[in-house]
C-alpha cells in the first residue's frame, strides 16, 4: 500500500492547484478548507484537520503557503513521515517585517473581503508568469472566486495573527522559490530552492514539484 500523502492549499486556492500531484503521485489526497468558526486562530483551525487524516497508517503532510502554517500547527499534535512545505514559512521568524507592522497597527482589518478580492484581481494583471501557463491567469481568479470573500478576509487576519513559534521537527523539507514576494527567499531558511521560483511556483512549474516531492 502506497503511503497516504495529505495536501493543504493556500490562501485563495483550492483543490485544482495540486491537480499535477493528485495525477502523478499515488495515495495524494486534498484536505479541503473546514469553515472555521467565530474567535477561531490558526492554531484552532488546524485543529479541524484532524478528523481528515487516517493516522493508523503512515501518512506524509505538504502545505502550501498558507496551508504550510496550517501544518506547521499540525505537526505539533501528530507525526507524519514527512513534512513538506511550499512556498511557505516556519515560523513567524521567517515572515517579513511588515507582517508584524500590519499585525500590530491593525491596518490589515482595513481591508474586508471584496477589497481583498479585487486587490488579487488587480494584481493578476501584472504577474508574467502567468502568461507562461495558458490558463493560469483564469484559475488563480475562478479559485479566489470560490473562496469568497468572507473566508478569505478570515484568511488575512488568521495569517497576520499567527503565534508562529519555532518548529518542533527538524527535518522539514520546505521547497521555496528564489523570487517569492511574499515570503521572501532571503528569510526562509534550510529550503531547498526553486531557482526563478515565484509566488506561484507550485503551479507554474507544477512538473518540477511533482517531482521534488517523490523524490
Not at 67 to 83: F, S, T, Y
Amino acid at each position: 500500500m502506497s503511503i497516504r500523502t495529505y495536501c493543504i492549499g493556500g490562501f485563495a486556492t483550492d483543490v485544482r492547484l495540486f491537480r499535477d500531484q493528485l495525477d502523478h503521485i499515488p495515495g495524494t489526497v486534498y484536505l479541503p478548507f473546514p469553515q472555521p468558526e467565530r474567535g477561531d486562530s490558526l492554531e484552532t483551525y488546524a485543529l479541524k484537520f484532524l478528523p481528515l487524516i487516517d493516522q493508523e497508517q503512515a501518512f506524509n503532510l505538504v502545505g502550501q503557503s498558507m496551508g504550510g502554517i496550517i501544518v506547521m500547527e499540525l505537526v505539533r499534535h501528530i507525526r507524519p513521515e514527512k513534512v513538506i512545505l511550499i512556498s511557505s514559512v516556519k515560523s513567524r521568524a521567517e515572515m517579513p517585517r511588515w507582517f508584524n507592522f500590519l499585525r500590530d497597527t491593525r491596518l490589515y482589518r482595513l481591508s474586508p473581503g471584496p477589497v481583498i478580492v479585487a486587490a488579487i484581481w488587480l494584481g493578476t494583471l501584472f504577474m508574467r508568469e502567468l502568461t507562461r501557463v495558458k490558463g493560469l491567469r483564469r484559475l488563480c481568479l475562478d479559485m479566489t472566486r470560490e473562496n469568497g470573500p468572507a473566508f478569505l478576509q478570515w484568511c488575512t487576519g488568521a495569517i497576520m495573527n499567527w503565534k508562529g513559534q519555532p518548529s518542533p521537527r527538524p527535518d522539514i523539507i520546505h521547497i521555496h522559490g528564489t523570487k517569492d514576494t511574499m515570503f521572501p527567499f532571503r528569510y526562509v531558511k534550510n529550503t531547498l530552492p526553486v531557482t526563478g521560483g515565484t509566488r506561484l511556483v507550485m503551479p507554474d512549474q507544477a512538473a518540477l514539484i511533482t517531482g521534488m516531492l517523490c523524490g
